[in-house]
Structure formats: C-alpha cells, structure tokens
C-alpha cells in the first residue's frame, strides 16, 4: 500500500503561482512513477503531468507546458508541482497519483496508476 496526502492548493490570482506537494507513504519503494492529474467541474479527469521515480523522466500536458513543472525528491518521498502563470482554466481539483510499474499506452492514461490522494483544490480568479 501506498498512502498519498496533497497540499498546497488554494486561492491565486491569474498570472500567479502555486506550488503543490504530494507526500507518499508505505511501500514507496515499489513507485516506479508519480502523476499530476486534475479535475475541473463538469469535465473529466485529465494528466498533467508524470515523473519517473529514477530517472526523472518528465512529460506534460500541452496545455501546461512551459508553466508548470513536476519534480521529485526521492529522499522524502515527494513530488510536487510548480505552477505559474495560471489561468484561470487551470482551476480544478489537483490529484496526485502513485504508478507501481503497469505497463499501459500512454503516460496519461489514469490505469497505469495504482494509487490516489484525496486531492487538493486550486481556484484561479480573474
């Protein structure tokens, strides 16, 4: 099992920043990679962005690319997500999520991870 707790979020003004973390806990020695997803009401859930556990691999949605950066630190089981100039479309509920090593298509298919924090919300005013 491995337990993920977010923080972070809250209220910012367009242009902006917010960085979130995700702490990981239990076997996170089985993580093979971690995810940022998120989740605007109305719409489905959508990758953000994904880092290897090793090396450090890196991949982004389109949308964020360029303002946002996923990184790791291995030594105290976290990750986190710096956001800048955020837009108001960027406003959701920010979830981060634990990849055991599933082999599936895409980065950013949601089935590829295993395990999911409870999710922390990110408002973006205009």
């Known amino acids: 099992q491995v337990q993920l707790v977010e923080s972070g979020g809250g209220l910012v003004q367009a242009g902006g920043s917010l960085r979130l973390s995700c702490a990981a806990s239990?076997?996170?020695?089985?993580?093979?990679?971690m995810g940022w997803f998120r989740q605007a009401p109305g719409k489905e859930r959508e990758a953000v962005a994904r880092i290897s556990w090793s090396g450090g691999t890196t991949y982004y949605v389109d949308s964020v690319k360029g303002r946002f950066t996923i990184s790791r630190d291995n030594a105290k089981n976290a990750v986190y997500l710096q956001m800048n100039s955020l837009k108001p479309e960027d406003m959701a509920v920010y979830y981060c999520?634990?990849?055991?090593?599933?082999?599936?298509?895409?980065?950013?298919?949601?089935?590829?991870?295993?395990?999911w924090g409870q999710g922390t919300q990110v408002t973006v005013s205009s």
């Open positions: 239990g076997r996170t020695f089985s993580i093979y990679g």
């Open positions: 999520a634990a990849d055991l090593g599933k082999s599936y298509g895409s980065w950013a298919d949601e089935r590829r991870y295993d395990y």
